[in-house]
């Protein structure tokens, strides 16, 4: 078995790219197979991909697959003197909330752990610097080793409590290691 974990993620991250709804998967599998891209490993892993995007129980994945958000998946998000992040996926609902998705494909690590979950409050944090958004939820989905997904946090604007929207100012709460089960 020729499998490294790291190529796998990397092949996992570039089919899940172009993935705004669930059905866009098989396309991008099959341009994938296509281009000689899949390699030795990768219908073992198109096989779990499909399983976990497109035929997952989990409401939220379900959510996050099924339409109805503006999408946009590994598109820069500019600071000022800061520098670039570079978010997985985040999804923009008519209803004025945002989700920000950081995928995960090795198991969860509890060394790096914490390390992710910064990284997601900080798309976070840029979000709703750059919008004016009623609540921003973040997460990260370890896509083949766990059926639930981890909510990092949610920030709710105060125009949820009746204050103006797009003033920018956020209450946070924080929740760590929230677990939405199947």
């Known amino acids: 078995d020729s499998r490294n974990p790291r190529q796998e993620g990397t092949l996992c991250h570039g089919l899940m790219e172009r993935v705004v709804v669930a059905a866009d ?5 099959r341009r994938a197979r296509s281009l000689g891209k899949l390699g030795p490993f990768g219908e073992s892993v198109a096989d779990k991909l499909r399983r ?5 129980t989990n409401a939220e994945v379900r959510r996050w697959f099924g339409g109805g958000a503006k999408v946009i998946t590994e598109r820069p998000l500019l600071r000022e003197n800061i520098g670039l992040k570079r978010p997985d996926r985040v999804m923009f609902w008519p209803d004025g909330s945002v ?24 798309y976070m944090a ?13 997460w ?4 083949f080793y766990s059926d639930e997904t981890d909510l990092v946090e949610k920030s709710l604007t105060r125009a949820t409590y009746g204050g103006k929207a ?17």
Do not use: M
């Not at 998967?25 to 599998?29: G, I, T």
């Not at 976990?52 to 997952?56: A, F, G, S, T």
């Not at 840029?126 to 973040?138: N, P």
């Open 25 to 29: 998967l098989d396309r991008e599998l």
């Open 166 to 182: 797009g003033k920018n100012l956020f209450r946070r709460t924080k929740i760590a290691q929230f677990r939405l089960l199947k």
């Open 52 to 56: 976990r995007v497109c035929d997952n």
């Open 99 to 122: 989700d920000v998705i950081d995928y995960k494909f090795g198991a969860q690590d509890p060394k790096s752990g914490p390390v992710y979950h910064k990284q997601v409050r900080d």
């Open 126 to 138: 840029w979000l709703a610097e750059s919008g004016s958004y009623t609540e921003i939820r973040g």
């Open 140 to 143: 990260l989905w370890y896509v």
